[in-house]
């Protein structure tokens, strides 16, 4: 079992930052292809971007590339999201999610992640 603990959520201003973490149980995080979503009350969970366990290859949902950043580092077994000019709109419960060990990745399919944290609130107000 994967357990997946994010943090580093908060809130700030539309402009600033935020690096939100998600630490990983797994004995084998390298392979594990990792996602990060989003989700509004009422609404379904929205794909962020996501990383491949194998060459890190990250895949970025249209409104937040060019913006948001996602890295590994296996060594910690942690999941980043790099989130700089944040709007408004990027207000939401940010998710953490693995994916099937050695499986494809990174994809936008909610059903292909197998493991959820818990969440992280990220507030962007005006």
Known sequence: QVQLVESGGGSVQAGGSLRLS???SARTFSSYPMGWFRQAPGESREFVGGISWICGNTYYADSVKGRFTISRYNAKNTVYLQM????????????CAAGRPRGVGPVADV????????????????
Not at 84 to 95: G, P, W
Not at 111 to 126: D, F, K, L, M, P
């Open 22 to 24: 998600c630490a990983a």
């Open 84 to 95: 700089n000019s944040l709007k408004c709109d990027d207000t939401d419960v940010y998710y």
């Open 111 to 126: 059903r292909s992640y197998e493991h959820w944290g818990r969440g992280t609130q990220v507030t962007v107000s005006s």
